[in-house]
């Protein structure tokens, strides 16, 4: 077994402590923070997914994953990061009303720090009320939204009428992003941008501030 693999399988197993020592060792060793994220953990948390669809786990199994992964993400975050980098922006992210997936907004945002944004994370199951608010209090340029539910995608479209009818549509681009999500949706509601992954999302906002 490669080392990114067992990194897959301590997060499968939800062995949070072992999963970061490793990931700890081989950032010091120079492996490429971005392929620690991709080819380890992200596959890890595709496979406790294909077997959580298919009722070969349950959700205190996938919590326990999860739960491993953003402790992972923890010790990853400052090699992703380029410290000290001047704010070039500031968004407001979050996870939409009724849903309490996290991990793919805190990737966005830890991509989104890298390139040099300012991030106010309002975490998960958050409505229109406190996105407006945080855009007027922290000045916000964008608003980044994540879905990772049919049921919870559909708030987006509430969300961005509501900034609409609080006189900001105009200030930010909006910007979504989660599994169930596609361009075409973003069409249909009106965002801004939509993009598969956190990466992209970091660099589609940073041209938006360019
Ligand atoms: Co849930 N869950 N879950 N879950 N869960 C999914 C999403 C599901 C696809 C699993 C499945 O059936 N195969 C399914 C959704 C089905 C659907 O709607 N079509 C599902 C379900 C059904 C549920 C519950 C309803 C289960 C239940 O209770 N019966 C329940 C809902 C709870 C709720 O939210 N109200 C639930 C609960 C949970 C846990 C709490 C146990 C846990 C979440 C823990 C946590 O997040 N802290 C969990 C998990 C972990 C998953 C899976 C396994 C993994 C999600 C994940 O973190 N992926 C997921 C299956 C899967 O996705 N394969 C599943 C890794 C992450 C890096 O990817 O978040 O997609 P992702 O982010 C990507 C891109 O989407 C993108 O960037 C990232 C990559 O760079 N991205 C953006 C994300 N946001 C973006 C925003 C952007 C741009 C890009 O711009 C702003």
């Known amino acids: 077994m490669n080392t990114f693999d067992e990194m897959a ?3 499968e197993r939800g062995k949070a402590k072992d999963l970061t020592a490793l990931v700890e060792q081989q950032l010091a060793a120079g492996v490429s923070p971005k392929d620690i994220l991709t080819e380890g953990l992200i596959k890890g948390m ?3 997914g294909e077997k959580f ?31 000290g980098v001047q704010s070039i922006g500031t968004v407001v992210l979050c996870t939409v009303k009724g849903d309490l997936h996290d991990i793919g907004k805190n990737l966005v945002k830890i991509m989104m720090e890298g390139v ?19 855009i007027r209090r ?3 340029d964008i608003v980044g ?13 509430d969300i961005i009428e509501s900034i609409d ?15 169930p999500v596609t361009q075409q949706f973003a069409d249909e509601i ?21």
């Open 9 to 11: 399988q301590l997060l």
């Open 46 to 48: 595709s496979i406790i």
């Open 53 to 83: 669809k298919n009722n070969e786990v349950f959700v205190p199994e996938v919590l326990i994953a999860a739960r491993a992964m953003n402790m992972a993400l923890k010790v990853l975050k400052p090699a992703l990061v380029n410290e």
């Open 116 to 134: 040099g944004f300012n991030v106010v994370d309002l975490g998960v199951d958050c409505g229109a009320d406190k996105i407006i608010d945080a």
């Open 138 to 140: 922290y000045n916000a």
């Open 145 to 157: 939204l994540s879905s990772l539910l049919t049921t919870t995608m559909v708030n987006m479209k």
């Open 165 to 179: 009818q609080a006189g900001l549509r105009d200030k930010v681009k909006i910007m979504i992003g989660g599994a």
């Open 190 to 210: 009106g965002a801004d941008a939509y993009t598969p992954d956190a990466a992209t999302a970091a660099e589609v906002a940073k041209a938006y501030c360019a």
